[in-house]
């Protein structure tokens, strides 16, 4: 090496002094960066940067079984501003408070305290036309984006079930949470130039499409669902009670066809709501089924073969003792004992009991599992409650008695329309859903056939017998049902209220060919009685009555001529008064 340089110093000495020119090039480049055009090459690069904007996406369009719209996206104008931009055009903010009618002060002072934020909301939701009115006055730093705002045409008649979305177009309540992922889809990008004032130099390109959310159409019939909420808000004022829930549904398909509650509200004006009108009362508040329970504990009893319907039980003297428990009927019966179909008629507690003495409580527990009772119904609507069946090791004779004719369990109104679906559909149930089907679902025999058409033939009794809740019948066809009325728990006393009771219907129809069960739950009426025959019968027949008739059900119960022309298509002449019978008992 040494021998080598000192061959050829010359050429050592060129490389080193050219490395050294580059060098300097090198550092006067950075210094005349640096220092000598710092600032306005700084002022170019904060000029234009590129950023991202989100575009909302579209979200899916809800409707009943028909297609009627539920819940609608349409766009809005939300206009945001740049606080610290806007403080250069203070003499523009009268004219900006104005437009949006805000008051000008209390913007003035919101603009001053947020004075360096890049980005505050100035009023969302606005018409695409108002948000073009404010735009249009041209204020610095006042800007708009296009959002979709929720509206339900249905409004307070399908308020639980639909639900609603926040500010922000997420599912907060209802399908809408449920299905919030299907509707929702995916919100795009789109990158733009922005100068440093945040003003849009230069829409470069979509980066990501905004995908659209997927409709979902719903099980609920728009025009049922109307005739629901009607009869049952017209009950609830009537009755002077505290609130209520019905919910039909095909027995055939496991589509609930309508659920309804009162209270309610308006979901396209949340303002003032209080939490009670926003329960789906339905699916999250549960009850003691009270006598509605004895159809199942009946059928029960049919299942083990050791029953039949002419069987009969002695109820006299209306009470029977349980060491320190005593179980009363309430009504007085005519005879000392009543068959089967007279124990659900008289609707006595007393045979109920004794029956599920014979039969034990595990087949009463068997069954009410089997067909739902406080059991999850796999819908998993949000706030939707299980109930509870309690287990029936842990019973002991008062508890297999009381369990029987329908206390110390709890449901929900939808368990309660499910089971009944169960008696309805021959001893088939199908899933519950609140999704419109296409397929004929899986049905599973809980009941057998045979069983279930007894029960059926009984529970026709129970509202055509000479005793009967003659209040629940339906004109030109015939129905069946049970009514229970059930004194309240009352809290804090641990036991049952003295004058605060719920006034229960559970029913079906038509019987040759039953296709639509219907619950009627009335919590607390306070007027004209309390007695489920009495206050809610009335309710279940006027909605079956309209549901038949709006499903084009051929009529089962007319005179001999007319029900041949009904079968045949010829239109029949239906009469639209409700029947009107004597008042039999007075409370
Ligand atoms: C009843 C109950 C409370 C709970 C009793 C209703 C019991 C009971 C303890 C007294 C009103 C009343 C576990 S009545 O549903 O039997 O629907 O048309 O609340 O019995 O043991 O002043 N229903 N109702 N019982 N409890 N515990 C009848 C009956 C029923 C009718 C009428 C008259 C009760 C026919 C209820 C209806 O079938």
Same mark, same amino acid.
């Given at each position: 090496?040494?021998?080598?340089?000192?061959?050829?110093?010359?050429?050592?000495?060129?490389?080193?002094?050219?490395?050294?020119?580059?060098?300097?090039?090198?550092?006067?480049?950075?210094?005349?960066?640096?220092?000598?055009?710092?600032?306005?090459?700084?002022?170019?690069?904060?000029?234009?940067?590129?950023?991202?904007?989100?575009?909302?996406?579209?979200?899916?369009?809800?409707?009943?079984?028909?297609?009627?719209?539920?819940?609608?996206?349409?766009?809005?104008?939300?206009?945001?501003?740049?606080?610290?931009?806007?403080?250069?055009?203070?003499?523009?903010?009268?004219?900006?408070?104005?437009?949006?009618?805000?008051?000008?002060?209390?913007?003035?002072?919101?603009?001053?305290?947020? #004075?360096?934020?890049?980005?505050?909301?100035?009023?969302?939701? $606005?018409?695409?036309?108002?948000?073009?009115?404010?735009?249009?006055?041209?204020?610095?730093?006042?800007?708009?984006?296009?959002?979709?705002?929720?509206?339900?045409?249905?409004?307070?008649?399908?308020?639980?079930?639909?639900?609603?979305?926040?500010?922000?177009?997420?599912?907060?309540?209802?399908?809408?949470? #449920?299905?919030?992922?299907?509707?929702?889809?995916?919100?795009?990008?789109?990158?733009?130039?922005?100068?440093?004032?945040?003003?849009?130099?230069?829409?470069?390109?979509?980066?990501?499409?905004?995908?659209?959310?997927?409709?979902?159409?719903?099980?609920?019939?728009?025009?049922?669902?109307?005739?629901?909420?009607?009869? $049952?808000?017209?009950?609830?004022?009537?009755?002077?009670?505290?609130?209520?829930?019905?919910?039909?549904?095909?027995?055939?398909?496991?589509?609930?066809?309508?659920?309804?509650?009162?209270?309610?509200?308006?979901?396209?004006?949340?303002?003032?709501?209080?939490?009670?009108?926003?329960?789906?009362?339905?699916?999250?508040?549960?009850?003691?089924?009270?006598?509605?329970?004895?159809a199942i504990s009946m059928s029960a009893a049919l299942e083990?073969?050791?029953?039949?319907?002419?069987?009969?039980?002695?109820?006299?003297?209306?009470?029977?003792?349980?060491?320190?428990?005593?179980?009363?009927?309430?009504?007085?019966?005519?005879?000392?004992?009543?068959?089967?179909?007279?124990?659900?008629?008289?609707?006595?507690?007393?045979?109920?009991?004794?029956?599920?003495?014979?039969?034990?409580?595990?087949?009463i527990?068997?069954l009410?599992?089997?067909i739902?009772?406080?059991?999850?119904?796999?819908?998993?609507?949000?706030?939707?409650?299980?109930?509870?069946?309690?287990?029936?090791?842990?019973?002991?004779?008062?508890?297999?008695?009381?369990?029987?004719?329908?206390?110390?369990?709890?449901?929900?109104?939808?368990?309660?329309?499910?089971?009944?679906?169960a008696l #309805?559909?021959?001893g088939?149930?199908?899933?519950?859903?609140?999704?419109?089907?296409?397929?004929?679902?899986?049905?599973?025999?809980?009941i057998p056939?045979?069983v279930a058409?007894t029960m059926?033939?009984m529970?026709?009794?129970?509202?055509?017998?000479?005793?009967?809740?003659?209040?629940?019948?339906?004109?030109?066809?015939?129905?069946?049902?049970?009514?229970?009325? #059930?004194?309240?728990?009352?809290?804090?006393?641990?036991?049952?209220?003295?004058?605060?009771?719920?006034?229960?219907?559970?029913?079906?129809?038509?019987?040759?060919?039953?296709?639509?069960?219907?619950?009627?739950?009335?919590?607390?009426?306070?007027?004209?009685?309390?007695?489920?025959?009495?206050?809610?019968?009335?309710?279940?027949?006027?909605?079956?009555?309209?549901?038949?008739?709006?499903?084009?059900?051929?009529?089962?119960?007319?005179?001999?001529?007319?029900?041949?022309?009904?079968?045949?298509?010829?239109?029949?002449?239906?009469?639209?008064?409700?029947?009107?019978?004597?008042?039999?008992?007075?409370?």
């Open positions: 090496m040494k021998l080598e340089g000192a061959l050829y110093p010359w050429r050592f000495r060129v490389v080193l002094g050219l490395l050294a020119v580059m060098v300097s090039a090198i550092a006067w480049r950075i210094i005349d960066l640096q220092v000598v055009d710092r600032d306005f090459l700084k002022g170019q690069g904060d000029a234009r940067s590129v950023r991202h904007i989100p575009i909302p996406a579209h979200r899916g369009l809800i409707t009943d079984r028909n297609g009627e719209p539920l819940a609608v996206s349409t766009p809005v104008t939300t206009l945001w501003a740049n606080a610290k931009e806007m403080q250069l055009a203070k003499d523009r903010w009268p004219a900006l408070a104005m437009a949006l009618g805000q008051d000008p002060k209390a913007l003035a002072e919101r603009l001053e305290a947020q #004075a360096n934020k890049e980005f505050i909301y100035l009023v969302r939701g $606005l018409t695409p036309e108002q948000g073009q009115a404010v735009l249009d006055l041209k204020i610095p730093g006042v800007y708009g984006i296009e959002e979709f705002r929720r509206f339900y045409p249905a409004g307070e008649v399908t308020a639980h079930m639909v639900g609603f979305t926040d500010i922000d177009d997420r599912g907060r309540e209802g399908v809408e949470l #449920a299905y919030d992922e299907w509707l929702a889809g995916v919100p795009g990008k789109r990158q733009v130039i922005k100068d440093r004032r945040g003003r849009l130099i230069k829409d470069v390109q979509v980066t990501k499409n905004a995908k659209a959310g997927k409709p979902l159409a719903l099980s609920i019939d728009l025009r049922l669902q109307y005739l629901a909420n009607r009869e $049952l808000r017209n009950a609830i004022v009537e009755n002077g009670a505290k609130a209520g829930s019905l919910v039909i549904m095909d027995v055939k398909t496991g589509e609930i066809l309508a659920m309804v509650n009162q209270p309610t509200y308006n979901p396209n004006n949340r303002r003032n709501l209080q939490p009670a009108m926003m329960r789906n009362r339905a699916m999250i508040d549960v009850f003691e089924p009270g006598s509605t329970m004895k083990t073969g050791r029953w039949k319907p002419s069987d009969t039980v002695e109820v006299y003297p209306g009470t029977l003792q349980l060491g320190k428990y005593t179980i009363r009927d309430v009504s007085k019966t005519e005879g000392p004992v009543l068959d089967l179909t007279g124990i659900l008629i008289n609707s006595s507690n007393v045979g109920m009991s004794k029956v599920a003495f014979d039969i034990g409580g595990e087949t527990f068997r009410a599992q089997k739902g009772l406080g059991q999850d119904t796999g819908l998993g609507f949000p706030g939707e409650r299980v109930g509870n069946l309690p287990n029936y090791r842990e019973w002991r004779k008062a508890e297999t008695a009381t369990l029987s004719y329908g206390y110390g369990l709890s449901v929900t109104a939808i368990q309660l329309v499910h089971a009944f679906s #309805a559909n021959n088939r149930i199908a899933p519950l859903t609140l999704i419109k089907s296409d397929k004929t679902p899986q049905t599973t025999q809980v056939e045979n058409k059926q033939g529970l026709q009794q129970v509202i055509e017998a000479p005793r009967g809740v003659f209040r629940a019948q339906v004109p030109a066809y015939h129905v069946a049902g049970k009514s229970g009325t #059930a004194r309240k728990t009352s809290v804090g006393t641990k036991g049952y209220a003295e004058n605060s009771y719920r006034s229960l219907f559970a029913g079906f129809g038509p019987m040759s060919d039953p296709r639509y069960a219907i619950v009627v739950v009335i919590d607390e009426p306070s007027k004209a009685g309390y007695f489920g025959g009495l206050v809610s019968a009335p309710v279940f027949s006027k909605v079956m009555s309209g549901t038949l008739r709006l499903m084009n059900i051929t009529p089962d119960n007319l005179p001999t001529t007319q029900q041949a022309n009904a079968a045949s298509g010829t239109p029949v002449p239906v009469s639209y008064t409700h029947l009107t019978l004597p008042t039999i008992c007075s409370v």
